[in-house]
């Protein structure tokens, strides 16, 4: 019989240090975890989606009535409309209905949308509870659901209007990937390859390597333990987003443009992403802050996992994407390169410069 092993990670954030709890079959097991570092907690209101809460949510929910928490169970709509002020504030008048006080907490069993929002809602009820992440795609295990960073969207653009609001636990069940249609997988491995541009170049080797989906799931523990161990480290050194943090967006600032441009319908985060980093990556070659065979090589992976690496944009979609951005600074902006492949750094450029290179010649 082969034998489980759990992969833990210490985040060790002075006064808020949590665990990212890795292991097959852990779903089962959230109840256990949960009363281990909420031993105050009598309720929980478990948010999901309805999308994943005909999944999994009965399967949490006996977990934690078993650790003998009273439950709720909140569904909003899935997909990233849910993720506004108005949904919040369903939640805040949901929680209290529930007669959450401020030694209880709130579980986020979902994806990316289901985490900001729900972690944003542990961050301003009762001026502050705890909650602790579930995560049930690729992309919320390796980068949502780490991090602290909680959010929903305005009108103007994505992630306005957020919170820094650490979890007290992350809980991964690799097994519930399985369920994950191949285009939201993909999605995810946009962000997986991402870590290895920025920091780890024998680890984007390992997922070249690996090649496909299938390849990936065969050592799945080991990438999400990975990419949850660069976080953590970036987060470590850099918690509110002001110096090396920043390298976590490398192909963020012109995949929201890609992404805003489409009205967040045609491409998803991922898609748009994979290509903002293609793109970055030639910016950061024409600006000579990049080696020239470094495009062709992210090109290549993010083709092998059914990303795209080009999408069409205008220059006026380009230039609110840009305007909006919250890594900008008065007229100037922080533009992540890539060194060397594995190695990230943001330059400032003026935004008028960084559109000019946008440009094509």
Request: proline share 4%; with cysteine; charged share 25%.
């Amino acid at each position: 019989m082969e034998m489980v092993t759990m992969h833990r990670l210490n985040v060790p954030l002075p006064g808020r240090e949590y665990e990212i709890l890795i292991e097959r079959g852990l779903l089962d097991k959230v109840g256990k975890r949960c009363r281990a570092v909420l031993m105050r907690a009598s309720r929980i209101a478990l948010i999901t989606d309805s999308n994943v809460g005909p999944l999994y949510a009965d399967r949490v929910k006996q977990s934690l009535e078993e650790s003998r928490f009273q439950v709720k169970v909140i569904t909003i709509p899935a997909g990233e409309t849910s993720k506004s002020p108005e949904m919040l504030a369903m939640l805040w008048e949901e929680l209290m209905a529930f007669g959450i006080t401020r030694t209880d907490a709130i579980a986020a069993l979902g994806g990316g949308v289901v985490g900001d929002l729900a972690g944003f809602a542990a961050a301003t009820i009762l001026r502050g509870i705890d909650y602790v992440q579930i995560p049930t795609t690729l992309l919320a295990q390796v980068d949502s659901s780490v991090g602290g960073k909680v959010a929903v969207d305005l009108k103007a653009g994505k992630n306005l209007a957020g919170a820094f609001w650490q979890p007290r636990m992350v809980v991964m069940d690799p097994d519930v990937l399985e369920t994950l249609s191949d285009k939201t997988f993909a999605d995810g491995m946009a962000e997986v390859i991402k870590y290895g541009c920025i920091w780890d170049a024998s680890f984007f080797e390992m997922l070249d390597a690996c090649g496909s989906r299938e390849g990936v799931m065969q050592v799945i523990e080991q990438v999400l333990h990975i990419c949850c161990a660069i976080k953590s480290e970036v987060v470590l050194q850099d918690e509110h987003d002001t110096g090396l943090r920043m390298i976590l967006n490398f192909g963020h600032t012109l995949g929201h443009a890609y992404e805003k441009a489409y009205n967040y319908e045609t491409y998803t985060h991922g898609e748009a992403v994979a290509a903002g980093m293609c793109r970055a990556a030639e910016l950061g070659v024409k600006l000579g802050r990049t080696p020239a065979d470094v495009p062709e090589k992210i090109i290549s992976i993010v083709k092998k996992f059914g990303l795209p690496d080009c999408i069409a944009c205008s220059m006026e979609d380009y230039r609110a994407a840009i305007g909006l951005d919250k890594k900008g600074q008065g007229d100037r902006i922080s533009l992540i390169v890539l060194p060397e492949l594995g190695k990230a750094q943001p330059i400032k450029l003026k935004k008028t410069e960084l559109l000019d290179s946008i440009r094509e010649p």
